[in-house]
């Protein structure tokens, strides 16, 4: 998942400025004979749904921005921030549709160009959301949120090999981390070698996540003699997972509501001697924290898709399959290679025992993806469609939340059709719960 980007200060408003309404942030209502028609109600309302909206009640955000726009049909930053809403609860044709009309008012929005290419990438339209994340960094060269996005898609997309992200990621370094470089001080670490050393994780995926089922199985084994733990979440979901994991560490820090120089200051504060980062350029990341040096040894592990590009790292964790011998040019970082994996899966309880081949039913083989559209790219499925050719009556399942989509079904339609498969043969579903998921496999006999 890719990094949000909100408007949180300085919203510009376009009302027609008719009368004094005033705006009631605790109801979300507002008195007056015309409703939300004043510039400063209008921002005042603005700055109540933002509110709601980070403060992740959806349903009241979307509420004061449906409202505004009753009064301000036209009005960018409610459009762009309920197309926002709608990319989050995974309504993506309906999030490029009202991004697109905020952006039509105020082309200059660098942060509806960036949630744009979000929705965009979630539709499988890869060259579209790196187009759009050039232009919110042409407006704002300093976006964070939307350089790592960039970087997130490019990994996702057949078109760029590792010298190119490698490029960019370095880029990334040069515009957005080396300038805070200056923040870092020196470190005032107890080098007393008999005391257990403090090992800090930076992740806001310690949940039913592929990031959270491989890191369970590490929590569970570190050595409490030797290692205090610490966790540094950067957001505020929780589940189950979440739960067992917290029963494993030393502290559990909330820093979902800090920002990277405040959250670089409780690291240094706890006086961590090692931080390992598990988001990458992924949503929720923290690398603008990394990048003021809170702790003397830095490093990178689960969930780091590609190199990072930083020179505050001092090493990612790695193995033989994931970075083979001769790969290392292609990463900032030295690697890390542990001896056989450098991840450990860990099945949840509900995952079951593998059912018999559904084929034996149904007279036919059912293949299967359950990944999202950003990683199904073109050449993935030019080869779908031959192996499907060549296995008489076979059927290929894709589930994923964006199948939701009418638009995003006809779109995949379209690609295999293109390449001779006829539609009957493509199963298209949304995503379901996690649980639930892992009954879905019982329908496939091969799966990537």
């Known amino acids: ?77 409610a459009l762009h921030l309920l197309g926002v809403i709608a990319h989050q609860v995974g309504k993506n044709d309906i999030a490029v549709d009202l991004i697109g009309k905020a952006l039509a008012v105020k082309p200059d929005l660098a942060e509806a160009h960036s949630n744009l290419g979000l929705a965009l990438q979630e539709l499988g339209k890869l060259d579209e959301a790196v187009a759009s994340y050039h232009k919110a960094l042409a407006i704002k060269p300093d976006l964070a949120e939307a350089h790592s996005n960039l970087l997130f898609c490019m990994a996702n997309s057949p078109d760029y090999g590792p010298e190119e992200i490698l490029k960019e990621a370095k880029h990334w370094n040069k515009m957005h981390a080396l300038p805070l470089g200056a923040e870092a001080v020196s470190h005032a670490n107890d080098p007393n070698l008999e005391r257990r050393l403090k090992i800090g994780y930076l992740s806001g995926d310690l949940r039913q996540h592929p990031v959270g089922f491989f890191m369970e199985p590490v929590f569970e084994n570190h050595d409490k003699i030797v290692f205090e733990v610490h966790v540094f979440t950067t957001q505020h979901k929780a589940d189950d997972v979440t739960d067992r994991i917290k029963d494993h560490v030393d502290q559990w820090h909330d820093a979902a509501h800090l920002n990277p120089q405040a959250l670089a200051e409780a690291i240094r504060e706890e006086g961590i001697d090692i931080l390992t980062d598990l988001t990458g350029h992924a949503a929720f990341n923290r690398y603008l924290t990394l ?9 990178l592990g689960v969930g780091n898709f590609c190199t990072s590009g930083l020179d505050c790292v001092d090493g990612l964790l790695s193995d033989r399959f994931e970075t083979p011998e001769g790969t290392d040019g292609h990463y900032s970082e030295p690697l890390i290679r542990l001896p056989d994996d450098f991840i450990c899966y860990r099945p949840p309880d509900y995952a079951g025992d593998v059912g018999p081949s559904p084929c034996l039913n149904n007279g036919y083989i059912t293949f299967g993806c359950f990944n999202n559209l950003a990683k199904i790219s073109g050449p993935a499925i030019a080869l779908w469609a031959e192996i499907l050719k060549q296995v008489p009556e076979s059927r290929l399942l894709l589930k994923t939340m964006a199948l939701a989509s009418e638009r995003a079904r006809a779109r995949l339609k379209s690609l295999f059709t293109v390449h001779g498969v006829s539609e009957d043969r493509i199963l298209l579903e949304p995503g379901v719960p996690h649980r639930a998921l892992f009954a879905e496999y019982g329908r496939v006999d091969s799966r990537r």
């Open 1 to 77: 998942m890719s990094n949000i980007t909100h408007l949180i200060d300085g919203h510009p408003v376009a009302g027609t400025g008719r009368s004094a309404d005033v705006f009631n942030p605790s109801t979300g209502t507002v008195s007056g004979q015309v409703p939300l028609a004043d510039d400063a109600v209008i921002q005042q309302a603005i700055d109540s749904a933002v509110q709601h909206h980070t403060a992740g009640d959806l349903p009241k955000a979307e509420g004061i921005y449906q409202q505004i726009l009753q009064a301000e049909p036209n009005q960018p930053v």
């Open 291 to 299: 990048a003021r040096r809170p702790a003397p040894v830095q490093i």
